[in-house]
């Protein structure tokens, strides 16, 4: 069977990759390399001893990839590719309504047209907005709080209703919480563009030298040490995930979307500590005002991924901050 990854050179991308072609997937990925890079799918092949096929192409340049659809005809596709920063979302709206939602309605006309109906979409916990109530559950209230988060939210909406146009369409969306982590090689892990958005690699940074001291955004949140708690997930976890999607989207009618969290909080400073102990380095650290929107606890009800796909996060804290940090070490600037 043979599937296409849209983004499949990014992080969780190429993580995907690895395990799509341990399980014996033929794989063929389309990415235009804008935060990504194509070494990241060298290593790939080096990790798993197969090869895949690769396209540098863009989703909205829609004839070109309308012709690899043509020409590769894939059974499924795992749709990745987006712009993904809150921040730069913030500064920068209509890129991000654009890259996102024209090219994944791109993405889904040419499927239409080349009869290809079954969908993984990469999701996003931000679509749950701030969401007070822990553990968050597929079936809450839906909103959000930034472009970014729109941009997955307004995606969502238009595969529903895709599916309610024509019920031959099979579509899984799937919301991550806070994915970290590399694989255990060492040899593919987050390589983020210039200052990093999330914590993990942040943190990764500061204990190679790469950077001075990590902010901490706030100590005054109700929870186990006053610093925020999130659901940090490994990324080899997230990656299998995406596997048991596609032995589920079979079996489904329509659209379904799951949680792909280990349900358990983590503090910041537990967060700093276990990396700390894992890498052998000092984390420092200041703690700082809090940012605003950010609320002190956010971790997923994975039960129906659990139930329904056959998935659960195996992988601990420790296995975590042991794998961020062997690729860290071994690339301390990243792919470059």
């Known amino acids: 069977m043979k599937i296409l990854v849209t983004g499949g050179a990014g992080y969780i991308g190429s993580h995907t990759c690895v395990e ?4 014996g997937y033929e794989v063929v990925v389309v990415d235009n390399l804008m935060n990504s890079n194509e070494i990241s799918l060298e290593r790939v092949k080096k990790i798993t001893g197969k090869s895949l096929k690769f396209y540098q192409e863009d989703l909205l340049n829609y004839e070109e990839i309308k012709k690899i659809f043509l ?6 596709v795992i749709h990745f590719a987006g712009l993904k920063a809150v921040g730069e979302s913030v500064e920068k709206p209509l890129w991000y309504y654009e890259n996102n939602i024209v090219g994944t309605i791109n993405l889904i006309k040419v499927m239409k047209e080349t009869e290809v109906k079954n969908l993984v979409f990469s999701s996003s916990a931000t679509v749950y907005g701030l969401s007070k109530i822990v553990p968050i559950k597929e079936d809450f209230p839906l909103n959000t709080t930034n472009p970014y988060g ?11 209703d895709v599916v309610n146009a024509d019920d031959s369409w099979k579509i899984i969306s799937l919301r991550y919480f806070n994915p970290v982590g590399a694989h255990k090689s060492g040899l593919i892990g ?22 001075d001291v990590l902010s901490v955004f706030g100590n005054d949140y109700d929870t186990v040490d006053g610093t925020g708690v999130r659901d940090f997930i490994h990324v080899v976890d997230l990656a299998l995930g995406h596997i048991k999607a596609l032995d589920k989207i079979d079996k489904i009618s329509g659209y379904k979307a799951y949680n792909l969290g280990t349900g358990r909080g983590v503090s910041v400073l537990q967060m700093i500590k276990a990396f700390e102990k894992a890498s052998g380095k000092e984390i420092k650290y200041k703690i700082v005002g809090r ?12 039960s129906l991924a659990n139930k329904e796909l056959g998935w659960k996060a195996n992988l601990t804290i ?13 690339n301390p600037e990243g792919y470059k």
């Not at 799509?20 to 399980?23: D, E, I, S, T």
């Open 150 to 160: 729109a941009t997955k939210l307004m995606i969502e909406q238009i595969l529903m």
């Open 190 to 211: 987050e390589d983020p563009n210039g200052i990093p958005n999330n914590l993990l690699p942040f943190v990764s940074q500061v204990a190679v030298g790469k950077r």
């Open 291 to 302: 940012r605003s929107g950010d609320i002190g606890e956010s971790f997923a009800d994975p």
């Open 71 to 76: 020409i590769e005809k894939p059974d499924s």
């Open 20 to 23: 799509l072609l341990n399980a």
């Open 318 to 330: 420790e296995d975590i901050c042991k794998d961020a940090w062997n690729w860290q070490k071994n």
